[in-house]
């Protein structure tokens, strides 16, 4: 065997360890942004908003007014999903349903009071810890 041949027969074990390195390297990086994606969705999740059907039955306008809203079928609002129930008119706020008027459900009504104009629209809000949802909106 001459010089030459014993040299290229040297070289060649490098690549294979070159190879498995580059492996577990992807193999790591790969790991690792899955790993912060299923986590990170972890943290996302939201409380939902209850899907009920609300309807503004009754608008009586002046100072004071009143707004009487019904449960017509749908989710329950309850106190583990609902902080509370707002009313307002014209951008302002004119009653609430908390805790003690909760739970609300189908075939339930209820009446707040307030000073209405002729001109403001009404909507039923809820409020949950997180999030709130206008579940009946109607122009007085």
Known sequence: MNRLSLKLEDSRGVSPVIGVILMVAITVIL?????????????????????????ITEINTG??????????????????????????AGGTEIGTLTGGDLP????????????????????????GQDRSNVVAIREA
Not at 34 to 50: C, M
Not at 104 to 127: L, M
């Open 31 to 55: 790991a690792a942004v899955i790993g912060t994606f299923v986590f990170s969705l972890a943290d996302q999740t939201q409380e939902s908003v209850p899907n009920a059907q609300i309807t």
């Open 63 to 88: 100072t004071p007014g009143n707004v009487t809203f019904a449960h017509s079928g749908g989710d329950i609002f309850t106190e583990d999903n609902t902080e509370e129930i707002r009313v307002t």
């Open 104 to 127: 609300f459900e189908a075939g339930d009504e209820a009446t707040v009071s307030g000073d209405i104009d002729p001109d403001d629209t009404v909507r039923v809000v809820w409020v």
